[in-house]
């Protein structure tokens, strides 16, 4: 009756592969959109949000004289000591902080969001998918 | 009678619940759209699967394993196998929702398509739990029942 039992359960798991996989097939197509990694987010996302974000700016001083996201604080790994404090009076507790650097294969944002987490104790820390260059593409 | 009456609602309440759970996730009526990707979201913010590609299969299978099951409790088909698959599933959420409110994080559950409102732990923990013990019931009692009556009550029968 035990093995009955598991090879309904194996049947039916089975089955429920045929449609995912169909599903997942026509999405594929419809929607070749980069997946994400843990961690990251789409800016289209982060738009919807509002201004609960708080942005966080990892990129060097001349790149965030350059242009930035406005209300964003600069954090970096070279300045880390001397930027926590102004983004710890920015952020609040029911904000949401998005990392974000210049894009393409930059990991900074990634890095300076798990220290975010981990240093800070900070749980609600996303990095923006695409950097900069995608949050200016409207 | 009651016995009988009680395992069949306990069918149907857990079918109903897993066939609507798969179908939010799959279909977002109200955009009119695939609903993986924000069920895909839902599953990364709990951080718990370092790969993208296995977060992006989760968000594929779960819910069409969850509308499967949820479907044959309904129709009554191997509902020993389903009954199982429910509670194993079970024990996944509650791991995840466990973990997740252990290590403080403010998401949404996930649980019934991409919700904005931060997930109540306490409740959903609750529900889930109630949920496991429906499924292991029917599963146990479903599993008598394919194994017949005990040598007694045949003998009682002869």
């Known amino acids: ?138 | 009678m009651a016995a009988k009456v009680t395992f069949l609602l306990l069918r149907v309440v857990l079918g109903a619940v897993f066939f609507a759970a798969g179908v939010i996730k799959i279909w977002d009526f109200h955009q009119g759209a695939w609903a993986t990707p924000a069920f895909y979201e839902d599953i990364a913010n709990y951080h718990l699967l370092e790969s993208s590609d296995a977060v992006m299969l989760a968000a594929v299978y779960l819910p069409w394993l969850e509308l499967i099951v949820g479907g044959a409790l309904l129709f009554g088909r191997a509902t020993a196998g389903a009954a199982a698959l429910c509670a194993g599933l079970l024990l996944v959420f509650i791991a995840a929702l466990a973990s997740a409110w252990s290590r403080g994080l403010d998401i949404s559950c996930g649980c019934f398509g991409h919700e904005n409102a931060t997930a109540n732990f306490p409740l959903l923990l609750a529900r889930d739990c109630a949920l496991l013990l429906c499924a292991v019931a029917l599963a146990w009692r479903e599993r008598l029942r394919i194994s017949g009556p005990s040598p007694a009550r045949r003998a009682e029968g002869n």
């Open chain 1, 1 to 138: 009756m035990i093995a009955r039992l598991c090879k309904q359960a194996l049947l039916l798991a089975a089955l429920a592969l045929i449609p995912a996989f169909v599903s997942g097939a026509i999405q594929l197509r419809a929607n070749p959109q980069k997946p994400l990694q843990p961690g990251e987010i789409r800016a289209a996302t982060v738009r919807q949000w509002g201004p609960q974000v708080l942005f966080v700016d990892a990129r060097p001083i001349e790149r965030f004289e350059a242009g930035h996201i406005p209300t964003a604080v600069r954090l970096t790994a070279r300045e880390w000591d001397a930027l926590v404090p102004k983004f710890l009076d920015a952020w609040e507790p029911d904000k949401v902080v998005v990392v974000y650097c210049e894009g393409g294969t930059c990991d900074t944002s990634r890095e300076i969001a798990e220290r975010i987490k981990k240093e800070l104790q900070i749980q609600t820390v996303y990095y923006l998918q695409g950097g900069y260059p995608a949050w200016r593409q409207k």
